[in-house]
């Protein structure tokens, strides 16, 4: 096989939970979900905007807005919620560089705003978003979409939309790509090594 | 990064993340009605100045308070420094009784260095908030900042520095930190207030010195005054303010000298009529307010990099 670029590639022990086609069916399903759910093509209730948590969070909710633009025909504002001052484990984590958080010009307020992550774990980067909103404004009503579910929650915190559920071990470590990020979409799972 | 002491210590890898995790503090608080991150709860910022100070202070205290740190200010005159307790005493009970980081204004050079050797075995770093006249290396960063703003990329800008070099920390620390970040500096200066043992300064490409302002102007994308110190002058530098002022002030008709795209800056208290012109200070070519709104991001990146993850080991 030809060498791919870093972080798509295999290695030993890792095994493909999604593949590109699956990744694709399971984003349209949540759009469809989201559509459902929010109501948002009909008439009175309050617009919807998605904000993406980075890194993987970010293109996963510009591809949600895109589908259910596709398939609603309502345009729904794709932003970014960066949550590294929010964190709870700054203290014993090296820092990562921060991400600009961009919302829609008129802000949150009073929207039904669906933050987007590729991985729900422990729980604990929603609550740092939770937090992060609230300094941003006060929603109507705050759901999560999640790809993938891989259990352990830390935190009694619960997705709306799920792309799918995955049992996993503590130590294992599930790696989403995107192609945005890493020139391929696929979902692994695999030990730490 | 344990400490900031000194603008020499940064390379270019670390003086842009600290820039721009700066850019990004002020674009997340940009528009905020509360500007307050929780990032730094819990932790304990002292702010120890034996010189007076206005701006630094409070963009320290602003910073560490817009970022949930308790911040507390010990001043030379009433504290224990005033019944004669030793700097490395005063900086041993601050980290004694909780400060995770000292942030030092004194007007000896290498006091800031002395304190990082003193607190080396707790959990208390250090930050050099102006040392006689060796470093300001915050004062650089923000200037870097406002610049960026400015300018975009400060590689092969170049950038007048004027004025009192020689008891200058300001413009130590920018020549540093300009250099690392690949910008061409000129000092401007009468012969008598420029530092002498320059020619470990002058041996690099990019540096230069001049004693005509007028001659470098119209090259310039950006020109940082500095303040003439008058309390660390014993003598004579120049005959006069007057002289001074007229050689290497900035008046009005100077300013037309610069490129249009040209920014003044200066790192205050600015001495209006000296080396700078009222008009020319309150020109849109002048950033020295932004100066000041950017040392508050500034200093919160700096804040934010020193105690954030220190832990990880």
């Not at chain 1, 093509?41 to 293109?59: F, M, W, Y």
């Amino acid at each position: 096989m030809a060498p791919r670029q870093r972080g798509a590639t295999e290695s030993a022990g890792q095994r493909e939970l999604l593949t590109a086609g699956d990744v694709a069916r399971t984003i349209a399903r949540m759009a469809h979900q989201v559509i459902e759910k929010t109501a948002l093509d009909a008439p009175g209730v309050a617009p919807v905007v998605l904000l993406g948590i980075p890194s993987r969070g970010v293109p996963l909710a510009r591809r949600l807005a895109g589908l259910i633009n596709e398939f609603s025909g309502v345009d729904v504002p794709a932003g970014t919620l960066d949550i590294t001052l929010y964190r709870d484990d700054l203290r014993h984590r090296p820092h990562r560089p921060l991400v600009r958080t961009e919302v829609p010009e008129d802000g949150i307020d009073d929207k039904l705003v669906v933050l987007v992550d590729d991985v729900l774990f422990s729980g604990r980067t929603v609550r740092a978003a939770l937090d992060a909103l609230r300094d941003l404004g006060r929603p109507r009503a705050v759901q999560l979409a999640v790809l993938i579910d891989r259990g352990h929650r830390e935190l009694p915190i619960r997705a709306d939309y799920v792309g799918k559920n995955v049992p996993t071990a503590r130590t294992e470590d599930v790696a989403v790509r995107f192609t945005e990020s890493d020139g391929v979409d696929r979902v692994l799972l695999g030990g730490i090594n | 990064m344990r400490n900031l002491l000194s603008a020499a210590d940064l390379d270019a890898e670390s003086a842009v993340a600290l820039l721009d995790t700066a850019d990004q503090l002020k674009a997340t608080l940009l528009g905020r009605e509360v500007r307050k991150l929780p990032t730094l709860r819990g932790r304990t910022v002292v702010t120890m100045f034996y010189e007076n100070s206005t701006r630094t202070r409070a963009s320290f205290e602003v910073a560490g308070k817009w970022m949930s740190a308790d911040v507390i200010n010990v001043s030379a005159s009433g504290s224990s420094v005033g019944k004669g307790e030793s700097l490395r005493d005063t900086a041993l009970t601050l980290s004694a009784v909780g400060a995770d980081c000292v942030i030092i204004r004194h007007p000896s050079s290498g006091a800031a260095d002395r304190l990082a050797g003193w607190l080396k075995d707790t959990h208390t770093c250090v930050v050099n908030a102006g040392d006689g006249m060796h470093e300001h290396p915050t004062q650089a960063l923000l200037d870097a900042a406002t610049l960026r703003e400015r300018l975009g990329s400060l590689t092969d800008r170049r950038i007048a520095i004027v004025g009192d070099v020689l008891h200058s920390r300001v413009a130590r620390s920018n020549l540093h930190l300009l250099r690392t970040l690949g910008a061409e500096v000129v000092l401007v200066a009468p012969p008598t207030l420029v530092p002498s043992g320059m020619q470990r300064w002058l041996a690099e490409e990019k540096i230069r010195i001049s004693h005509d302002l007028d001659a470098e102007l119209p090259s310039q994308d950006a020109v940082l005054l500095l303040r003439v110190q008058a309390e660390r002058m014993h003598g004579g530098f120049f005959p006069s303010a007057r002289e001074y002022s007229i050689s290497y002030g900035l008046s009005e008709a100077r300013l037309a000298l610069l490129p249009e795209h040209a920014v003044v800056l200066h790192p205050g208290p600015m001495l209006r009529g000296m080396e700078i012109a009222s008009v020319v200070a309150d020109s849109p070519r002048s950033a020295i307010t932004e100066q000041v709104r950017n040392g508050v991001h500034l200093r919160m990146s700096v804040l934010y990099h020193l105690l954030a993850g220190e832990e990880e080991a």
